[in-house]
T-cell receptor, first 113, second 115 residues
Framework: AQSVSQHNHHVILSEAASLELGCNYSYGGTVNLFWYVQYPGQHLQLLLKYFSGDPLVKGIKGFEAEFIKSKFSFNLRKPSVQWSDTAEYFCAVFSGGYNKLIFGAGTRLAVHP | NAGVTQTPKFQVLKTGQSMTLQCAQDMNHEYMSWYRQDPGMGLRLIHYSVGAGITDQGEVPNGYNVSRSTTEDFPLRLLSAAPSQTSVYFC??????????????FGQGTRLTVV
């Protein structure tokens, strides 16, 4: 079965610090990869997605992620975080073989001014 | 466009009661799914559907039933609520029956408490 692992459950940063959140998945076939963000009290919003092509994808609000197929990883990065980035971040993987979108456990990010 | 609409937003049930969480989308999406969100566990897939008349189980299907009689609607039924079903429930939809190379759109969620 496919699975998604997010290595950091809680991250605390100061404003302007750099961010990298790890995500690894288990499925070896064709996959779509996503990062979603959930601000307090809100539903999930798409940050960025990877379907094919350039493994470095850019999303909204200055976020980017790199797909490394050999490592089954899709890490999320942002060079300089802001207080408004305080939220929970979810990595998700859709595989054509399983036909299911599976989420990681999430990383709760707190950015202090 | 309304997108994905879930009702109700909040619900309190007594153990053993039944209820239906409603989900409707107006984007003509074939693929729809239900998740529950619990602290520290992310979103776990309950059931999904690749089109009208077709449903399948996700990671945590026990205690939940679904049906898909139309493309637009995908209700989630709790036949006999249990405290372990206290959670936030999200409905999502994607274009295409396979949902590959598409993104999921989420509803606002239903916060369910079973006492």
């Amino acid at each position: 079965a496919q699975s998604v692992s997010q290595h950091n459950h809680h991250v605390i940063l100061s404003e302007a610090a750099s961010l990298e959140l790890g995500c690894n998945y288990s499925y070896g076939g064709t996959v779509n990869l996503f990062w979603y963000v959930q601000y307090p009290g809100q539903h999930l919003q798409l940050l960025l997605k990877y379907f094919s092509g350039d493994p470095l994808v850019k999303g909204i609000k200055g976020f980017e992620a790199e797909f490394i197929k050999s490592k089954f990883s899709f890490n999320l990065r942002k060079p300089s975080v802001q207080w408004s980035d305080t939220a929970e971040y979810f990595c998700a993987v859709f595989s054509g073989g399983y036909n299911k979108l599976i989420f990681g456990a999430g990383t709760r990010l707190a950015v202090h001014p | 466009n309304a997108g994905v609409t879930q009702t109700p937003k909040f619900q309190v049930l007594k153990t053993g009661q039944s209820m239906t969480l409603q989900c409707a989308q107006d984007m003509n999406h074939e693929y729809m799914s239900w998740y529950r969100q619990d602290p520290g566990m992310g979103l776990r897939l309950i059931h999904y559907s690749v089109g009208a008349g077709i449903t399948d189980q996700g990671e945590v299907p026990n205690g939940y039933n679904v049906s898909r009689s139309t493309t637009e609607d995908f209700p989630l039924r709790l036949l006999s609520a249990a405290p372990s079903q206290t959670s936030v429930y999200f409905c999502a939809s994607s274009y295409g029956s396979g949902a590959l190379n598409t993104e999921a759109f989420f509803g606002q969620g239903t916060r369910l408490t079973v006492v």
